[in-house]
């Protein structure tokens, strides 16, 4: 594992159907018809899945539904009401008496309709809120769970970011859509529901009319909409490249500048950049194009509107009121159903979100422990693997009948070229990997009669590659051994050889690491990581060339460090330079997943094969293609 790994992508974008309205994703309020929607392999069965999370709260949610409802219909109504005031007042432009009585108590009710509408607004968005973050607190703490369950090889075949993508994006983009767009479904539907009956009500003739319109604004928008898709494609494709050069140049600035490449990198940045500017003026030009053309088709409506009104006004078939109200109306009638359009849009994505969750959490998880699952109290460190079989692929088998005998306090080296098995056979050790067949056991317990965490606390690993985390150098050597004590740590790190450096740093072992742990050399990252395997007190070890990263002098320190560490614990050394394994009680020499020679330094050297070429390769360079195939 490498310390720190990048979540992938690092473009900063949301995953697809993220925040309803993002860059790219056209005019407000038609639902960004110009942008791609990703859309789920199986839409109905993700949706009554997603239904399900929700069946907890349906008491909660039928309330919802109530206020959403009533809020809506509080509000449709409220332009009749005023119309009904406007009539009232427009007696006085033929000499008729205006009753002000009866206009104060149609504005009283009118004050009062708007002041409830908010109020059961408020109590709708209030409740929601809390459905949808405490839905989303469950789908979070399963998300979890489920990690602590899935296999190594769940992690080792997708990116960081792909994983990350899923936890934060998706289930981010889930609880918006909970929260805002299902009620924005609800009342959008009622409203459109309940306009069209209280235009209805006042002129089915105008209601026509306006009804006319909407084919030809959802044709315009349609012709529109699917010229700029293309566009919109070849936005998100540029975004996606320029991305990738930022992120690429930001994490190599220090070869770029090494081998003097930053006018070239900025050359490509301003190329690309251009590309993205055009493409992405181009788009938001075309969606921008809609709603002048949705506006000028429903002014044209509201023109025909007025004068059929006025018609209707001088025929006495309705008063002026009711043209008041039913303009306003036909306001609120666009409206619904390019929020309708948006929520379709949103709605699809976030179905695509949760099918990305659900397929998280129907990952094939480890193999459950056994139910009378073996403890060892007081390990020795046997090791014994017998007709071990195993291969990341059941087609392809990369150990075969593997048997190896390690006894208690032995050192055992494991060497070879790259993709001899070498690192498979310490995931199979610490079963994070299963065996397709054979045993392990350590101290006669069968690894798989254990209980993993019980193995696991025998084990303790300094790799190559060091992991630290964001924190204090004393939580990062502590996280060795739970509840260890301020003077062990010490202790720990002295043994290191850690202690020295870290009383230089200004804050000593309160330094805090950063992201990276780039304010500490990589010797120092890797003292810290053998003080954590010391602090562990393990009963066997697995070492990946722990001294790779450190100078010379520091090496004899280290190496004599873990000399005192080894003793009486039984050890597996993943060795690169053959110089560090010399002392080894047993050196295992692999190839293709197979052990090909077995034996100390000394036997392996007089039997001329393979390991006596590789060594000799690395003292004396007479062997260039073993030298080439040492790792």
């Known amino acids: 594992m490498s310390e720190h790994t990048r979540s992938g992508g690092g473009t900063g974008r949301p995953a697809p159907g993220g925040p309803m309205r993002g860059p790219g994703m056209g005019p407000p309020g038609f639902g960004g018809m110009g942008m791609p929607v990703q859309k789920a392999k199986n839409f109905r069965q993700t949706l009554v899945r997603l239904i399900a999370y929700l069946k907890p709260h349906r008491f909660k949610l039928v309330f919802v539904v109530l206020a959403a409802a009533l809020s809506t219909l509080f509000s449709i109504y409220s332009p009749d009401v005023t119309g009904k005031a406007v009539t009232e007042l ?24 708007y002041v409830i509408s908010s109020l059961f607004s408020y109590l709708q968005q209030y409740m929601m809120a809390g459905v949808a973050q405490r839905t989303v607190y469950d789908l979070r703490k399963q998300v979890n769970e489920k990690f602590a369950r899935l296999p190594l090889k769940f992690y080792d075949s997708r990116t960081n970011g792909e994983i990350l993508s899923r936890v934060v994006n998706d289930v981010d983009n889930i609880s918006t859509t909970l929260q805002q767009s299902l009620t924005q479904f609800i009342t959008s539907f009622i409203t459109l529901v309940g306009v069209i009956i209280m235009m209805l009500t006042i002129s089915p003739l105008m209601t026509l009319i306006v009804f006319l319109t909407i084919p030809v604004s959802l044709v315009a928008a349609g012709v529109i909409a699917k010229k700029s898709q293309v566009q919109f494609v070849r936005q998100q494709a540029e975004l996606g490249k320029l991305n990738g050069h930022v992120e690429e140049m930001y994490t190599g600035h220090k070869i770029v500048k090494a081998f003097g490449h930053e006018r070239k990198s900025l050359e490509q940045f301003n190329e690309m950049n251009e590309k993205l500017y055009e493409s992405g003026w181009r788009a938001q030009f075309v969606s921008g194009i809609i709603m002048p053309i949705m506006t000028l088709i429903g002014n044209i409506g ?4 007025s004068i059929v009104g006025g018609v209707l006004v001088t025929k006495r078939a309705i008063e002026l009121g009711d043209i008041l109200a039913f303009i306003t109306y036909t306001r609120q009638f666009t409206m619904p159903i390019t929020q ?8 699809q994505s976030t179905i695509a979100s949760a099918e990305r969750v659900f397929e998280l959490l129907d990952e094939e998880e480890e193999e459950p422990e056994a139910s009378d699952a073996k403890t060892i109290a007081a390990p020795k460190g046997n090791v014994r693997f017998e007709r071990v079989k195993f291969g990341y692929s059941p087609e392809k088998a990369l150990i075969d009948n593997m048997n190896i005998d390690v006894k208690s306090g032995q050192t055992v080296a494991i060497v070879g070229p790259t993709g001899a098995g070498k690192t498979t056979l310490i995931n199979l050790l610490m079963r994070f990997y299963e065996l397709q067949d054979g045993q392990i056991a350590i101290d006669g317990v069968p690894i798989t009669a254990m209980q993993r965490s019980g193995l696991r606390r025998m084990f303790g690993m300094v790799l190559q590659d060091t992991w630290l985390f964001n924190g204090t150098i004393r939580d990062n050597i502590g996280y060795g051994r739970e509840g260890a004590s301020e003077e062990e740590i010490v202790e720990a790190a002295k043994a290191a050889h850690a202690d020295h450096f870290i009383r230089t740093l200004p804050d000593g072992y309160d330094t805090i ?10 010797g120092q990252k890797q003292l810290l990581t053998i003080a954590r395997a010391i602090l562990a007190d393990p009963s066997i070890l697995i070492l990946d060339e722990a001294t790779s990263s450190v100078d010379t002098r520091t090496e004899v320190y280290i190496q004599k460090a873990m000399n005192d560490l080894m003793q009486g614990r039984t050890s597996f050394v993943i060795a690169h330079r053959l110089s560090t394994i010399r002392d080894a009680d047993l050196i295992l020499v692999m190839d293709k997943g197979t052990i090909i020679e077995q034996g100390t330094h000394t036997e392996l050297l007089s039997r001329h094969g393979f390991y006596a070429d590789l060594y000799n390769s690395q003292f004396t360079g007479k062997s260039i293609q073993a030298d080439t195939n040492a790792v």
């Open 90 to 113: 427009s007696k006085g432009l033929i000499g008729a008496k205006i009753d002000f009585d009866v206009v104060n108590i149609i504005l009283i009710k009118l004050a009062a309709l």
């Open 513 to 522: 690491l950063n992201e990276e742990a780039s304010n500490i050399s990589q």
């Open 302 to 305: 509201y023109v025909f509107v």
């Open 340 to 347: 309708l359009a948006t929520i379709s849009n949103v709605i």
